[in-house]
């Protein structure tokens, strides 16, 4: 394992754009495959001095939720680790027959629409998006594309946030108090895609918090108030443990791989296009070549690292 002892804070991209001393700039740090491709990014967060007050009340206002919350069982202790979390947005998969939004009580869908609309909330989420569309231009237009799409063809569908502030389909608040996950990706969301992960609390994070991610054997320094995006249905991650006495939430977006599949069907499931074109030979082959080529096309629509922002 290499560890990155990351600083967990962001630099204008202007420094970028006109190529002013990027190699001494710590932060962000993007992480790059041998093919030049933008995989992840340790966006860290921004230059501004209210942004860590801000973090810092959303830390708040999740301990706050917490005690209000009467979570489920599958909210608690799940396969990623000791702590509780609840999912809020737009979801498509287990068992669904279409897209809908995900089922919470009706006092837990009042709290999450209340702290959606505080600024602490839609501050991180937007400031996620903006890493999002600057590092992966192209995938985020494509989950924008797709999120207007879906809710344009049902309205009844809730976004968590306006567009300007999150492509993310839905978003998962994890209360903790000590979140730290086991190692695991996330299947269900779009291979190529990226999750935004912001981590929150009161804790040391040159001792524990740190996300690792297995595969590329990276231990990262993730100070609270900072925000990482990464590939998280193909990269397996976890955390590093806390202090007993401390405490870590985090907040992550992301879109499940349903979504993109009944909007690029036409709105249909997979299985109805399929019945569709059961005597149409051309297009099974068509859709048989989509498929396979899907993926190459996906991560080749990754920023090469070194292009123009």
């Given amino acids: 394992m290499s560890v990155i002892p990351w600083d967990g804070r962001y630099i204008s991209l202007f420094l970028i754009i006109f190529n002013l001393s990027y190699s001494l700039i710590r932060s962000p740090r993007p992480l790059v495959d041998k093919e030049k491709r933008v995989v992840a990014v340790l966006g860290g967060r921004p230059n501004d001095s209210r942004y860590l007050d801000l973090t810092q009340d959303a830390a708040n206002e999740i301990e706050s939720a917490r005690a209000q919350l009467r979570f489920r069982s599958d ?39 209340r702290l959606f609309a505080l600024e602490c909330f ?43 502030f999150s492509a993310f389909a839905a978003a998962t608040i ?53 925000t990482i995006l990464i590939p998280s249905a193909i990269l397996r991650h976890s955390n590093i443990g806390i202090g007993p006495n401390e405490r870590r939430y985090s907040f992550t977006q992301y879109s499940a791989a349903g979504l993109f599949r009944w909007v690029d069907n036409g709105f249909r499931t997979d299985r109805t296009v399929g019945e569709e074109i059961r005597e149409d030979h051309e297009a099974q082959a068509e859709r048989a070549q989509a498929r396979r080529t899907r993926w190459t096309v996906g991560i080749n629509s990754f920023r090469r690292w070194g292009s123009p922002f």
């Fill in 174 to 226: 994890n209360f903790g108090p000590s979140t730290i996950t086991l190692p695991h990706i996330d299947a269900l969301n779009l291979a190529w895609g990226w999750c935004a992960i912001t981590a929150l609390g009161l804790f040391d994070p040159d001792l524990g918090g740190h996300l690792v991610l297995w595969d590329l054997r990276l231990i990262i320094r993730f100070p609270p108030g900072s």
């Fill in 75 to 113: 909210q608690q202790n799940g396969r990623r680790g000791a702590f509780s979390s609840v999912s809020a947005g737009i979801s498509f998969g287990g068992g669904q027959q279409v897209p809908g939004n995900l089922a919470l009580p009706t006092a837990t869908t009042v709290l999450f629409q």
């Fill in 122 to 164: 839609f501050r991180i989420a937007g400031f996620a998006n903006g890493l999002f569309r600057a590092w992966n231009p192209a995938v985020h237009a494509y989950y924008v594309s797709m999120l207007d799409a879906l809710t344009n063809d049902n309205p009844a569908l809730r976004r968590n946030f306006e567009q300007r």
